[in-house]
């Protein structure tokens, strides 16, 4: 099936730190939504993008949906402990119902 | 209780039985979603519903899996003769309209089959 490109697979920073991810595909999409998941737990929605070109934040997160609409990244500053996690990209394809997800990047932060 | 819910948490099942995983979305939700999720891998799409019906099946494996909505609401994802790579993590997620995208998972329902 159709695949995104999330990179990089595993992260290991400081405490404080910025953290900076990114998602590719070779599609088109008309939303990009940033994940985040902690073990036994369901993804929970952390940004969701609409337009080309649109940067949105949420607090210490930042995510951009590309101009070509077939990338998006999303920046963390200032790490703190709590941001452990694995965070997923998704895009919807046009004229899908379903997400498509990477396979996400495992964020570590040493103290 | 605002969040989406699965029921149950965890399931075990021996090779070739039936299993039932349900979920309840969020109230006014009118799109429901079930994904499957392997270890190592972000969250699969197997089926989407636009109130009662399935709007898009193609997602789903085979012909073993079926899902239902009969009331647009609590949906139930059924499997039948269960196969030991059919353990995973089975999602399940809303939305308020399928339009914007933005889907809320439940926590979903660990499946192993012995």
């Known amino acids: 099936g159709q695949q995104l490109n999330q990179s990089p697979q595993s992260m290991f920073i400081q405490e404080g730190e910025d953290v900076s991810m990114n998602c590719t595909s070779s599609?088109?999409?008309?939303?990009w939504l940033w994940y985040k998941q902690d073990p036994g737990e369901g993804p929970v929605l952390l940004i969701a993008?609409?337009?080309?070109?649109e940067l949105t934040s949420n607090g210490r997160l930042t995510a951009q949906f590309g101009i070509t609409r077939k990338d998006s990244f999303l920046n963390i500053s200032a790490s703190i402990p709590s941001d452990v996690g694995i965070y997923f990209c998704?895009?919807?394809?046009?004229?899908?119902?379903?997400?498509?997800f990477g396979k996400g990047t495992h964020l570590i932060i040493q103290p | 209780g605002a969040g989406v819910s699965q029921t149950p948490s965890n399931k075990v099942t021996e090779k070739g039985k039936y299993v039932e995983l349900r979920c309840d979305p969020i109230?006014?939700?009118?799109?429901l979603y079930w994904y499957r999720q392997s270890l190592g891998q972000g969250p699969e799409f197997l089926i989407y519903?636009?109130?009662?019906?399935?709007?898009?099946d193609s997602g789903l494996p085979n012909d073993r899996f079926f899902a239902v909505r009969p009331e647009g609401s609590v949906s139930t994802l059924k499997i039948q003769r269960t196969e030991r790579g059919d353990s995973a993590v089975y999602l399940c997620?809303?939305?308020?309209?399928?339009?914007?995208?933005?889907?809320?998972f439940g926590p979903g329902t660990r499946l192993t089959v012995t």
């Open positions: 997620a809303s939305s308020l309209t399928p339009v914007m995208g933005e889907q809320y």
């Open positions: 599609s088109i999409f008309n939303t």
């Open positions: 993008l609409y337009k080309a070109g």
């Open positions: 998704a895009g919807q394809l046009v004229g899908a119902d379903g997400l498509t």
């Open positions: 109230s006014g939700h009118t799109a």
């Open positions: 519903f636009q109130g009662t019906g399935a709007a898009d």
